[in-house]
């Protein structure tokens, strides 16, 4: 008789998560965000917090370790995140979302099952540089087959989590054209050369670096999956909504700005400011999830870079309301509302295809109404 097949790993409680998420928001991240804002890097403590409150594992299935919360959740612990600190929710998302959800995707099951465990946990951090296979001219990272491994030379322009990061996955394109992604650590000798931090208005805690790869050579052990130029722009298509939950969160954080304001102040006006923003937010929250998983339906594409041109727009919005509310003291560089101002500023690249570039720049020419038509007469 053959041994019964063992029951599979339950996914968690989406609420659970969510509690967590908040708690974590609450009493880790919301309090030292501003230091964290003007820090070299993200506080280990965070990654740990988030690592013991099982949110570094939240997209990647339980059979692997990990929480296997639906999509929907996952976007909303990221912008429960956001809403406390941009920076420490933007490295959570390269790690759980980017690099772990890539992973689970991809062709490699003995991969999978040799390294997801161990990122869900949090035992190792994971950071991707994929951004420039969306880039048109040659590519910026070539590989060639080198007997049973491949071979990587050429530059990586964005990764993020330089310090915190063991992993990260990066691509580059094959001889005949294909994307090839690949699972490397991050300290590979002098075949993987970092530069020195970039010096970012946004997000300089990310640590976030260029990488020259000369000769790094990974095992098809470590490869993760090979993709046409059609599949991976399908992929970007379908992934475009997941930073709106940034946008959401930062818009949330700058209408909670606002109803502080209005509190202390006794201001009507300010309190229906920030009702008004908080009512658009859910507007735009429920457009994101009426389209967000369903990337096979008709008109999708079209309904994405809609969707999340208008999450980044209300994102910074809001964040200047918040800076014209606050009054002149919001320029200094401990306030809250100018670090809201340059997150979501940061959250209108992330990620960004040319589709997306071109919504974003017609949603903001739009809101110019008459101006704008004006100038074109
Ligand atoms: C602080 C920060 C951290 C980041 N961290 C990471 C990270 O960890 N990992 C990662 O992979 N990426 C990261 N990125 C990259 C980020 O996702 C990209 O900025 C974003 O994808 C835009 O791409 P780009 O910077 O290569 O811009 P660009 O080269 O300006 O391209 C922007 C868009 O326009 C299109 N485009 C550009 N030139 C042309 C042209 N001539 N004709 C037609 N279309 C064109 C491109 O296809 C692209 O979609 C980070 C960026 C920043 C600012």
Known sequence: MSAPSPTPPAAADPGALLERARRVAALVLAPAASATDQAEAVPREHIRALADAGLLGIATPARHGGQGAPARVAREVLEILAGACGVTAFVQMQHATAACSLIARGDNEALKERVLPRLAAGERFCTVGFSHVRRPGPPMVRVEPDGDA?????????????????????????????????????????????????????????????????????????VIVTATREQQAARDVAGLLTPSALSLGVAGAAAALLAELAGRRGSAHLAGAARSLEGERDDARAEVEAWADRPEAEGYGEHAVRVRAWCIELGVRAAHAAVAATGGSANLLDNAAQRLVREAMLYSLTAQTRDLQTATVQRLLDRGGGATDRARS
């Open 150 to 222: 491949v071979r990587l030379d050429g530059t990586v322009p964005w990764l993020t989590g330089h310090g915190i990061a063991d992993d990260a996955v990066i691509a580059g394109a094959l001889p005949d054209g294909r994307l090839m992604y690949v699972l490397t650590p991050l300290w590979a000798g002098d075949a993987i050369e970092p530069s020195p931090p970039l010096r970012l208005s946004a997000m300089n805690a990310s640590a976030t670096v260029s990488l020259t790869l000369r000769g790094l050579r990974v095992g098809a052990e470590q």
